[in-house]
């Protein structure tokens, strides 16, 4: 086994996150703002955060002034700026991120949080995305929003009285007590750092076309940098012999058999199911092996005592669409109560490059015994490198996942397991590494 000091390193497309902020007056529509830049990119790895999530929970005397509307809200000392950083770290670093859900109605955090991983560009608005130093540092793009006082203050009514339950009363004793002031005092000094300075909201479409476009660059220049990552990996691979932790399945005379009757063009489409989920059958058993079992007493029917084994921690498998489906029957057979999750990772044809879409995972994947990932064929292993990146991501020990498919190329495999040493793949059989995924297609019939 390659110890883990030999691994090589791998960085997937989100690693490495560039991130915008943009800041501006309470009211200035730096919302709608991020809103348009993601709507004029029209891309899945875009995604907006909002610095209303990190004010700071209030003590019960805080509470009560701002019921009165007598809290400062407008100044940084309202935001947790150490929680912002962290939560802002994670996500630079490809690592999932629980940001809090603040309530303005309740003026309180809420238990639940809002995940956020994967995104290539994170885009951060608040009044102070561009105050705190340590955010700065992070920032690729530095934007601020401009708009007329008026205006703020005109939006920020409606706002606060349909969305956030204020009275009108109520909205204007904090603008000029809190708002107003405070924005001469810290949000306009933040116009002179910003990169871009962007008056009229939505409605400048020039400038909200620079700023997609410097976006699209940098979204270019990223999956050319993992392009040439997947590129390095394949000919590392190439020189090396299979890894030892590439388990082939024992060649015997069933499982031969069944081989012939999968890859034979004039099987019928019955059979074919029938026999490749008695190949995936086999397939989940053999993975189950690297469970963890302990010590364990049953009485028997007649009474004596048989000294066994029973699973220590639970089993559960995480289904890379659309071709792990055709795995799941066989699951099902080897493992009924297993729990299990998706991942659609979608090869881009234009570029070759994997796209992760799309993740549902079980709760509290990283504290189970074993994670199997399913996948009936592995070609030049760059899904299958997205995929476990996703579940390491996601807290799951590398030695507890499992790659399960049908069919593997020595390239694809070794790909994976160079970086990622301590996972086991357990294969029906290799074959060539660019060869088309049929498995799949006459499991499903299209």
Known sequence: MMSPTSRTRYSPPWGNASIIGIAGSSGSGKTSLALAIVASLNLPW?????????????????????????FDFDSPQGIDFDV????????????????????FEKHARLKQTTTIYSPHVLILEGIFAL????????????????????????????????ERGRDIDGCIKQWFGFVKPNFYKYVAPQREIADIIIPRGIENKVAIAMVSGQIQKTLAYKSAQHQQELSRLGKIAEDSPLSPNALVLKQTNQVRGIHSLIMDPKT????YIFYFDRMAAILVEKAVDFLRFQPTQVTTPQGGLYMGLKKSAEVSAVVILRGGSAFETG????????????????????????ELHYRALPNNIAEHGLVLLLDPQMSSGGAALMAVRV???????????VFVTYLAGR?????????????????????????DRWVETKYLGC
Do not use: W
């Not at 401009?146 to 706002?159: F, K, Y």
């Not at 019928?268 to 059979?271: G, I, L, N, Q, Y």
């Not at 390239?411 to 660019?434: K, T």
């Open 411 to 435: 390239v694809g495999v070794n790909r994976v397991l160079n970086v990622y040493p301590e996972v086991r793949v357990v294969v029906a059989r290799m074959g060539d590494d660019m060869e």
């Open 84 to 103: 912002l950083v962290d939560k802002l770290n994670d996500i630079k670093q490809g690592r999932v991120a629980e940001v809090p859900v603040y309530s």
């Open 331 to 354: 699951l099902r057979r080897t493992i009924p109560d297993c729990r299990s999750g998706r991942l659609l990772i979608q090869t881009n044809y234009s570029t070759g490059e994997p």
């Open 268 to 271: 019928t489409r019955e059979d």
């Open 131 to 162: 105050h705190d130093q340590r955010v700065l540092d992070m920032l690729d793009l530095k934007i601020f929003a401009e708009a007329d006082s008026d205006l703020c203050l005109s939006r920020r009514l409606v706002r606060d009285v349909k």
């Open 46 to 70: 875009v995604v907006i955060m909002s610095m209303d999530s990190f004010y700071k929970p209030l003590t019960p005397e805080q509470s009560k002034a701002a019921f009165r509307n007598e």
């Open 391 to 401: 579940l390491t991501d996601h807290g799951v020990p590398e030695d507890r996942i």
